[in-house]
C-alpha cells in the first residue's frame, strides 16, 4: 500500500537534496525570508547544533530583558522590602537569562506568555481588575449613598431633638430672666438692708448713749419694772438738760474765780484792790440758769411715740438684715432614649456610622484579598505556556487542526502525482479544521468563543445589579431631597411691666424685687431641614466607562482569542519546525482516511435514518408534497448527506418516492448515485475504491 506521504522519499535524495533550497513551507519564514536578509533568515531557522555560541549570548541577552520587565510587573508592586525585591529581580532575570541561552523549550514556553496572557488564562487575571472596577464604581457609591441615608436619619432624629429643646428654651425664657432678675434684684436689696443696718447704727448710738448724765444718782431704793424706750430716752433726754445747766452754772463760777484772780494780780493796792475786784465775787449771779431746769423738765423737746416707732423700726431693720438671700436653681432630669439602654443620639450615630465603616472596611479588605488571589493567577499563564510547549512536543493530536502553508505543499504534490487530494475540503471537513490565513471566525473556533462569551455572563449581572442597585438608590435620595425640604418657623412675644411708684424706702424694696418682673422679650426663629437632607452622589460617565472598560476588555479577550490562539502553534513550529512538519503529515493523513470512509458512513448514517419511522409532522408534510408538487417550493430543504441549505444549483433523487436533495459535490463524491434509495456500497465512486486499495497509513 502507498503512504500518503512517504517520509523517507526526502531522505533518500542524498546530498543534493539537501543542498537543494526548498521553498519556506510555513507563512512565517516566507515572510521572513522576503524582508530580512538572508543570512538573518539562516540564523533563525538554523539547525541547533549551528551559531551555538551566537545563541547563547543573543539568548543570555533577551533572556536578561524579558526578566526585568517581568520584574516591573509582577516584583515591584509587591509590598516588601527593598532589598528582598533587588534578589527576587536578580534571581528571575538570571533564570530567565539562564533558560533562553540554553533550552529552546523555554524560549518557546516564554514567548507564548502573550498569547496566553491575551487567552483563557489571562482573562482570570483581567477579571481582578473588572472585580476591582465594580467594586471601586457602583458598589462603592451605593456604600456611599447608604452611609449618607444613615447621616441623614440621624441627622433628622437630632433635629427634632434640637427643636424640642429650643422651643423649651424659648417658652422659658421669660420666666428664666424674671427668675435672674429676681435673684440680682435680691442681692441688691441685701446689700441696701446693710446700708440700712449700717445708717441705723448711729441712732442706736444715739439712743442707748449713757454720756451727759448718770443714772445712778436717780436710782430710787425700791425696785421698779424696767422703763421703756420712750421712758429711758425722756429721761435721758430731761437729765442731760439738767447736766447740761449743771454744767454752766460750773463754768460761770469758775469764769468769776479766774476775772478776780486776774483782778488781784493786776490792782496790787491792797484796799483798792478788793474794792475794785468785788464784783468778781459776785458767783450768785450764775445761779440765774437754775431757771431753765424747770423748762427742761416740762418742756422737754421728745415726741410722745418716739420710742414706739424706735423699737418697730428697729425690729423691722433686724429682721431685713438677718437671714434674706435669694437663689435660682434648676433641675435638669435625663431620661433614657432606648428602654434599658442609656445611649444618647450623638452615641447612637457615631455607633452606626462606625459600624458602617468597620463593614466597609472588611467589605474593602476582603474585595483587596480576593483580588491578590486572581492576582496570582498570572502564575497560571506561565503554567499554561509550559504546559502547551510540552503537549505540543510530545501529544501529535494536540491542538492539530490548522490547514497551513505545508499542509497546501503536500496537497499540490500528491495533485501532480495524481494522486487523491484533499482540498478544497468539503463541508463536512472544514467544520473540523481551521485555516490560520482567513480572518473570518470559523466554526472550531466560533464554538470555542461563545463558550468564552458564557463565563463573561456573571460578571456582566454583577456589574448589571450593581449598577441598578446604585442607580435606584441614587433616585431615591434625589426625590427625598427634592420633596422633603421642610422650613421651621417659631415667632414668640412677650411683655410685662409693673410699676411702683412713691420714693419711700418701701417703694424702694418693691421696685428691687416686683420691678424684676418687668421683662419684654420678642423671639424669631427661623430654621430648616436643609442640612439633613441626603445628598446622593450619583455616579459620572467617567465613572461608568471606568467600571465597564475591564468587562469590554474581557469580551475583547474572548473575540482576540481566535487569533491569539492561532499565534500558539505559529511560535511552536518556529522553534520546533521538525515536529510541525510531522503533525501536518499526520493530520493530512488522518484527513485522508477520513474522506474514504466519508461515503460509506454517509450511506450507512442515511440507511439508520430511513429505518426510523418518520414523525406526524414530517409524514404529513411529505404526504401534502406528493399530491401538490408545487409546495416544495416553499419547504426549506438541505442536503441529506451534509446538511448544506437547499440551492438551485442542488441535485435531487429521479426516484419519485425518494425526491432525496444532494449538494452538487456530494452528489459528485456518491457517484451520482442516490444513497437513500440505493442499497449495499454501490454509492462508493470508483475513484474511491481505488484509493482505497493503494492507501497505507
Not at 538572508?38 to 539547525?47: G, I, N, Q, V
Not at 440758769?289 to 427742761?296: A, E, F, T
Not at 504546559?387 to 501529544?395: A, E, P, V
Not at 442536503?639 to 437547499?646: H, L, Q, S
Amino acid at each position: 500500500m502507498e503512504p500518503a506521504v512517504a517520509p523517507g522519499r526526502e531522505h533518500s535524495a542524498g546530498t543534493e537534496a539537501r543542498r537543494r533550497q526548498k521553498p519556506p513551507n510555513t507563512t512565517l519564514k516566507r515572510a521572513v525570508v522576503s524582508l530580512l536578509p538572508a543570512p538573518c533568515s539562516r540564523f533563525l531557522w538554523s539547525r541547533p547544533d549551528q551559531y551555538r555560541s551566537s545563541k547563547f549570548f543573543l539568548g543570555a541577552g533577551v533572556g536578561t530583558l524579558l526578566g526585568l520587565g517581568l520584574c516591573q510587573l509582577l516584583i515591584i508592586p509587591m509590598n516588601i522590602t527593598e532589598t528582598r525585591k533587588v534578589q527576587l529581580s536578580c534571581g528571575l532575570a538570571g533564570v530567565t537569562a539562564l533558560g533562553w541561552a540554553t533550552s529552546p523549550h523555554f524560549r518557546c514556553a516564554s514567548l507564548l506568555v502573550a498569547p496566553k496572557f491575551l487567552g483563557k488564562e489571562g482573562r482570570v487575571y483581567v477579571l481582578s481588575f473588572v472585580l476591582a472596577a465594580i467594586y471601586k464604581g457602583p458598589v462603592a457609591n451605593a456604600w456611599h449613598n447608604l452611609e449618607e441615608v444613615t447621616r441623614s436619619l440621624g441627622c433628622v432624629a437630632e433635629l427634632q431633638v434640637n427643636h424640642s429643646r429650643q422651643l423649651w428654651r424659648v417658652s422659658t425664657a421669660p420666666l428664666r430672666g424674671v427668675m435672674e432678675d429676681m435673684a440680682r434684684s435680691g442681692q441688691t436689696l441685701s446689700t441696701e438692708m446693710q446700708n440700712i443696718s449700717h445708717a441705723f447704727v448711729g441712732l442706736n448710738e444715739e439712743v442707748a448713749s449713757e454720756a451727759g448724765y448718770d443714772l445712778r444718782q436717780r436710782r430710787h431704793p425700791d425696785p421698779q419694772p424696767a422703763p421703756s424706750t420712750q421712758q429711758l430716752y425722756e429721761m435721758k433726754t430731761k437729765l442731760r438738760c439738767t447736766y447740761v445747766i449743771e454744767l454752766g452754772m460750773q463754768r460761770c463760777r469758775d469764769w468769776f474765780n479766774e476775772k478776780h484772780e486776774a483782778c488781784m494780780a493786776l490792782v496790787v493796792v491792797p484796799l483798792i484792790s478788793h474794792l475794785l475786784c468785788l464784783p468778781m465775787k459776785f458767783k450768785f449771779l450764775c445761779n440765774i440758769i437754775k431757771v431753765m431746769h424747770g423748762w427742761c423738765w416740762d418742756k422737754i423737746p421728745v415726741e410722745g411715740n418716739f420710742g414706739q416707732m424706735y423699737d418697730q423700726v428697729n425690729k423691722s431693720v433686724s429682721s431685713l438684715s438677718q437671714d434674706f438671700g435669694t437663689s435660682v436653681v434648676s433641675q435638669e432630669e435625663h431620661r433614657e432614649m432606648l428602654l434599658g439602654a442609656n445611649v444618647s443620639a450623638e452615641q447612637l450615630m457615631e455607633e452606626v456610622t462606625s459600624h458602617l465603616r468597620q463593614q466597609s472596611t472588611h467589605l474593602g479588605q476582603a474585595v483587596s484579598f480576593f483580588r491578590l488571589l486572581l492576582s496570582c493567577t498570572f502564575l497560571l499563564v506561565f503554567i499554561s505556556a509550559f504546559s502547551y510547549t510540552k503537549r505540543y512536543c510530545q501529544d501529535i493530536c494536540f491542538d492539530n487542526l490548522y490547514v497551513t502553508t505545508y499542509f497546501r505543499q503536500i496537497d499540490a504534490r500528491r495533485r501532480k502525482q495524481h494522486k487523491r487530494t484533499l482540498l478544497p475540503l468539503r463541508r463536512a471537513e472544514v467544520s473540523d479544521v481551521i485555516f490560520p490565513c482567513r480572518v473570518a471566525m470559523q466554526p472550531p473556533e466560533l464554538r470555542s468563543m461563545v463558550l468564552e462569551l458564557l463565563e463573561c455572563i456573571p460578571p456582566l449581572l454583577l456589574l448589571l445589579l450593581a449598577c441598578g442597585l446604585d442607580h435606584a438608590l441614587f433616585t431615591m435620595l434625589s426625590i427625598i431631597q427634592q420633596h422633603s425640604f421642610v422650613q421651621y418657623s417659631f415667632h414668640s412675644s412677650h411683655h410685662l411691666a409693673v410699676q411702683v411708684m412713691g420714693t419711700s424706702l418701701m417703694a424702694r424694696l418693691l421696685r428691687s424685687t416686683i420691678g424684676a418682673l418687668n421683662t419684654s422679650s420678642d423671639t424669631r426663629l427661623e430654621t430648616s431641614n436643609f442640612a439633613c437632607l441626603p445628598q446622593p452622589r450619583g455616579m459620572t460617565r467617567q465613572q461608568y466607562m471606568g467600571s465597564c472598560l475591564p468587562l469590554a476588555v474581557l469580551v475583547l479577550l474572548c473575540l482576540a482569542q481566535v487569533y491569539t490562539y492561532r499565534l500558539r502553534r505559529v511560535i511552536a513550529a518556529f522553534y520546533f519546525p521538525k515536529r510541525e512538519k510531522s503533525r501536518v503529515l499526520y493530520l493530512y493523513n488522518k484527513l485522508l482516511q477520513q474522506r474514504q470512509s466519508f461515503i460509506r458512513r454517509q450511506q450507512k448514517r442515511i440507511a439508520q435514518r430511513a429505518g426510523q419511522h418518520p414523525g406526524l409532522g414530517r409524514s404529513l408534510l411529505e404526504w401534502c408534497c406528493r399530491h401538490w408538487p408545487c409546495l416544495r417550493r416553499w419547504m426549506h430543504r438541505s442536503c441529506t448527506v451534509c446538511g448544506a441549505p437547499e440551492t438551485p444549483q442542488d441535485r435531487v433523487c429521479p426516484v419519485p418516492a425518494c425526491s432525496a436533495p444532494y449538494c452538487g459535490q456530494c452528489w459528485r463524491e456518491a457517484g451520482g448515485v442516490c444513497l437513500a434509495c440505493t442499497p449495499g456500497d454501490h454509492g462508493l465512486s470508483q475513484d474511491s475504491s481505488e484509493e482505497d486499495a493503494g492507501y497505507a497509513a
